[in-house]
Nanobody
């Protein structure tokens, strides 16, 4: 069983930046592709970003490309989401996710069902 704990959310003005962190416990960290989803009030949960178990490949949703960066530190069992040039439409609860993969080079899917473990979420609010 993998436990995920997010931190770093908060209130920021449009154009500002935030860095989300997620620390994992309970598994061999490099065996998992890690990522972020978000859900805004009244909207479907959506994929934001993912990173392979070895950290060499990433995927970003079109809505956040060129603004967000995902990274991981396998020595610390942690992933990070650097969010720049934030917009009011980025306001959402951000969830850290983990999905076990046999191949550390593969992301293997960006649907919610592709990730077995979810954190409790951290709120990000961007004011205009």
């Amino acid at each position: 069983q993998v436990q995920l704990v997010e931190s770093g959310g908060g209130l920021v003005q449009a154009g500002g930046s935030l860095r989300l962190s997620c620390v994992a416990s309970g598994g061999t960290f490099s065996n998992y592709v890690m990522g972020w989803f978000r859900q805004a009030p009244g909207k479907e949960r959506e994929f934001v970003s993912a990173i392979t178990g070895n950290g060499y490949s990433t995927s970003l949703a079109d809505s956040v490309k060129d603004r967000f960066t995902i990274s991981r530190d396998n020595a610390k069992n942690a992933i990070f989401l650097r969010m720049n040039t934030l917009k009011p439409e980025d306001t959402a609860v951000y969830y850290c996710v983990a999905g076990r993969r046999a191949d550390p080079w593969v992301i293997g899917g960006t649907g919610a069902r592709d990730y077995e473990y979810w954190g409790q979420g951290t709120q990000v609010t961007v004011s205009s």
